[in-house]
């Protein structure tokens, strides 16, 4: 099973602020993976996918890059809504697995 | 629009099992580009993933979970299900269904449910 690892646990940052969000697998999985945005009481929210295409109706301010095993979602400057937790899931080998989430909180 | 909602008992027994629909409106179940997946979130941690059906028949399971889980296709009612036997308290969680296409983009869970919350106790 390919473990995914999120770091960090709880980002807080204040609106317009840069997030960095690192996830790191424990193999490679090539550029098969996904991040997901979820908020409070919702299902999660694809937001991009194979490493860097943003999902439909994603607003450009979120962007992702890596490959390999070391991955990143970057939202350029956070508005009101981005305050969330977010997940990677690789989707190179069964089990699917997702890592263990980071919450940007306000600061 | 493709919508999907989960359905089924919010209250299951220990050693008992755990059985949830998810029914799929606007769109077919029966399209052969799809997979059906099941995904739950206990109570305040993350996501984990219980298993996927594609073209009605080919299963993929959580190895984890293997030897408890069934999940199927019911073509003719455009339903998806879970069943998941000999439930304890660490299967409480929120359970999600959801899409992946399983040909062109994106390969992901793209369509989810509301999710419903299954409690576990006697």
């Known amino acids: 099973e390919i473990v995914m690892t999120q770091s960090p646990a709880t980002l807080s940052l204040s609106p317009g602020e840069r997030a960095t969000l690192s996830c790191r697998a424990s193999?490679?999985?090539?550029?098969?993976l996904a991040w997901y945005q979820q908020k409070h009481g919702q299902a999660p929210r694809l937001l991009i996918y194979d490493a860097s295409n943003r999902a439909p109706g994603i607003p450009a301010r979120f962007s992702g890059s890596g490959s390999g095993t070391d991955f990143t979602l970057t939202i350029s400057s956070l508005e009101p809504e981005d305050f969330a937790v977010y997940y990677c899931?690789?989707?190179?080998?069964?089990?699917?697995?997702f890592g263990g989430g980071t919450k940007v909180e306000i600061k | 629009q493709l919508q999907l909602q989960e359905s089924g008992p919010g209250l299951v027994k220990p050693s008992e099992t755990l059985s949830l629909t998810c029914t799929v409106s606007?769109?077919?179940?029966?399209?052969?580009?799809?997979?059906w997946g099941w995904i739950r979130q206990p109570p305040g941690k993350g996501l984990e993933w219980i298993g996927s059906i594609y073209d009605k028949e080919s299963t993929y399971y959580n190895p984890s979970l293997k030897s408890r889980v069934t999940i199927s296709v019911d073509t003719s009612k455009n339903q998806c299900s879970l069943k998941l036997s000999s439930v304890t308290a660490a299967d409480a969680a929120v359970y999600y269904c959801a899409r992946r296409v399983a040909v062109g983009a994106p390969r992901y869970f793209d369509y989810w449910g509301q999710g419903t919350l299954v409690t576990v106790s006697s």
């Open positions: 899931q690789q989707r190179s080998n069964w089990p699917l697995t």
């Open positions: 193999q490679s999985v090539s550029n098969y």
């Open positions: 606007g769109g077919s179940i029966s399209t052969s580009t799809n997979y």
